[in-house]
T-cell receptor, first 113, second 118 residues
């Protein structure tokens, strides 16, 4: 019962470095998404995908790239890390139905120094 | 415009009392779903309850119920008989339907921190 696997759990980056947060699900879900969680801001949608080869921007997409080459994987790339990207990141997946709950990864705590 | 609004940054309740956490939403899509999630201090997201826009009755799951007022676009979470373990952050979320421009996107409110006092 893997569900949504998100790695790494913790990461420290220097300003300007790039990295990829990995997200994989084994439930054959069409919908996958990335959120960032900041104090007082709740969960804000970065990017989402409704199927392989289809991605779209969420509320706060700047500085992040995504791709969806398979149903299972939805990596999030930070192109040039900035201190403003210090946050907790969550990946989530669900079926593409209005009543489908989202299943979340464990989160990644990212610090950019 | 905010799709999901939670106006209570923090709430306090006495153990064994009931508490209502507010959530209002904004959508022009006739088909949508509303969710509540709990996030304890450990950080994981726990699904609590779901309400569909066409559901005639309010959803209930154990001590959780959803007070769905469609005309007012509100979906408040009611927790009965609060327990110390209910202390957590609570998020309201909405998934819009496939017919709208949001195409199934799931958006969250800012959250409400609930503290249960003994």
């Amino acid at each position: 019962n893997a569900g949504v696997t998100q790695t790494p759990k913790f990461q420290v980056l220097k300003t300007g470095q790039s990295m990829t947060l990995q997200c994989a699900q084994d439930m054959n879900h069409e919908y996958m998404s990335w959120y960032r969680q900041d104090p007082g801001m709740g969960l804000r949608l970065i990017h989402y995908s409704v199927g392989a080869g289809i991605t779209d921007q969420g509320e706060v997409p700047n500085g992040y790239n995504v791709s969806r080459s398979t149903t299972e994987d939805f990596p999030l790339r930070l192109l040039s890390a900035a201190p403003s990207q210090t946050s907790v990141y969550f990946c989530a997946s669900s079926q593409l139905l209005t009543g489908s709950e989202a299943f979340f990864g464990q989160g990644t705590r990212l610090t950019v120094v | 415009a905010q799709k999901i609004t939670q106006t209570q940054p923090g709430m306090f309740v006495q153990e064994k009392e009931a508490v209502t956490l507010d959530c209002t939403y904004d959508t022009s899509d006739p088909s949508y779903g509303l969710f509540w999630y709990k996030q304890p201090s450990s950080g994981e997201m726990i699904f609590l309850i779901y309400q569909g826009s066409y559901d005639q009755q309010n959803a209930t799951e154990g001590r959780y119920s959803l007070n769905f007022q469609k005309a007012r676009k509100s979906a408040n979470l009611v927790i009965s008989a609060s327990q110390l373990g209910d202390s957590a952050m609570y998020f309201c979320a909405m998934r819009e339907g496939l017919s709208g421009t949001s195409y199934g996107k799931l958006t969250f409110g800012q959250g409400t921190i609930l503290t249960v006092h003994p």
